[in-house]
């Protein structure tokens, strides 16, 4: 998969990425996301496979592109025939976020990216459009620090696994009122916070590399973010658990369906019977093979955002493998007309 699909997947990244960041700092987030998905559906129709979106923009009524069932790839039109042969390609299940932190686009702040995991079919957990209490940590803390374990016990477990003080460690929370307690048994605890207003999916990956300054990621996210970073986070070796979130007074900002009881409700009719099972990465990402890539919008703590120059863009990306056990930050310059200087960086 990676042979054939993993250049593929960076040029889809890139795309969407390049598209998303001519809005950025324009304030009109809607079209800053709507651009990235024009962009990777397009990029993803010319590659030869037959993929099928199990993360995306949503059912298919709400959003015309990149919707949750979406057949993606040469392989998957009518005519595929004319162009190769179907049934020698195996099935790619497909999660994406073309505009993972719209809102940073929109007003030009840091860490919004393009991004998508693939896997064969059935190896990503088709996540509902809920929410997630997450936990995401190094590698050297896997299996030690627990999501149904206190934010103050895993912390301490943290600490030990990193061999450093609780009060050396930054955990990042999403900037939201749901996570008033959190923040302050956080601190309390003596570890210090990083507030993000937007993408958590950049921090949960942040987790698994030193050097970044950020040693875990606690609170609530989106669900369907959950199921991504899980997908980095399988690959990378790293800790990552996500719980769903079904209930609107826990959440307190966002649409979460009508009631606590309705959301429970159709859980069940997806075959979640046990709706407040915590997922490990592997579980949430199962398949035999795991791809990643993500594409900076604006700068990051991992990549570089999209440079425009006179005829053309550099990009950064992130690829990441469970195959070749790979992490790959991927540099391109991309001409769009023939250009009077390449910048060297
Ligand atoms: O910040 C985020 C926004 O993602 P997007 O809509 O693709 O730009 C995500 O990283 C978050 O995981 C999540 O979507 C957010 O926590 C849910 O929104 P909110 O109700 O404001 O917390
Ligand atoms: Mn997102
Ligand atoms: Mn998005």
């Known amino acids: 998969m990676e042979n054939t699909l993993g250049l593929e997947i960076i040029e889809v990244v890139e795309q969407a990425a390049i598209a998303s960041a001519r809005w950025m700092g324009k304030g009109e987030k809607n079209t800053a996301d709507q651009v990235a998905v024009e962009a990777m ?18 059912e298919r009524d709400e959003a015309p592109m990149l919707y ?30 073309p505009c993972e932190g719209t809102n940073l686009v929109a007003y030009g702040q840091n860490g919004s990216m393009a991004v998508l995991a693939i896997s064969e079919k059935g190896g990503l957990f088709a996540a509902p459009d809920f929410y997630m209490k997450k936990l995401a940590a190094p590698a050297a803390a896997r299996g030690h620090v ?12 943290l600490s030990e696994c990193l061999d450093r003080a609780v009060e050396e460690l930054v955990v990042v929370v999403m900037d ?48 369907p973010e959950g199921v991504i ?73 991992l990549m570089e955002g999209v440079r425009f120059f006179h005829g053309g863009a550099r990009t950064q990306s992130l690829v990441i493998s469970s195959q070749s056990q790979t992490a790959r930050f991927v540099d391109t310059i991309h001409m769009f007309e023939p250009t009077k200087t390449l910048q060297l960086r």
């Open 229 to 301: 970073s899980a997908a980095a986070l399988r690959c990378l070796g790293g800790h990552f658990q996500g719980q769903l979130i079904y209930d609107p007074e826990v959440v307190k900002t966002g649409l979460i369906g009508e009631s606590k009881e309705g959301n429970i409700a159709r859980l069940k009719e997806m075959g979640i019977n046990d709706p407040d099972r915590s997922y490990n990465a592997e579980e949430l990402a199962s398949g035999n093979t795991v791809l990643f890539a993500a594409c900076g919008i604006t700068p990051g703590t």
């Open 68 to 97: 949750i069932g979406e057949e993606v790839g040469i392989c998957t039109r009518t005519d595929a025939k004319d162009f190769c042969n179907p049934d020698e390609l195996i099935e790619i299940d497909i999660a994406v976020d």
């Open 41 to 58: 559906r397009e990029r993803m129709n010319k590659i030869y496979m037959r993929g099928r979106i199990v993360i995306g923009e949503g």
């Open 176 to 223: 939201r009122p749901r996570h008033k307690e959190l923040i302050q048994e956080i601190r309390s605890a003596g570890a210090r916070v990083r507030l993000i207003s937007d993408g958590d999916v950049s921090a949960a990956i942040c987790c698994a590399f030193a050097g970044t300054n950020i040693h875990c990621l606690m609170g609530i996210g989106a669900a």
């Open 146 to 157: 627990d999501i149904n374990k206190t934010p103050t016990q895993n912390l301490k477990i």
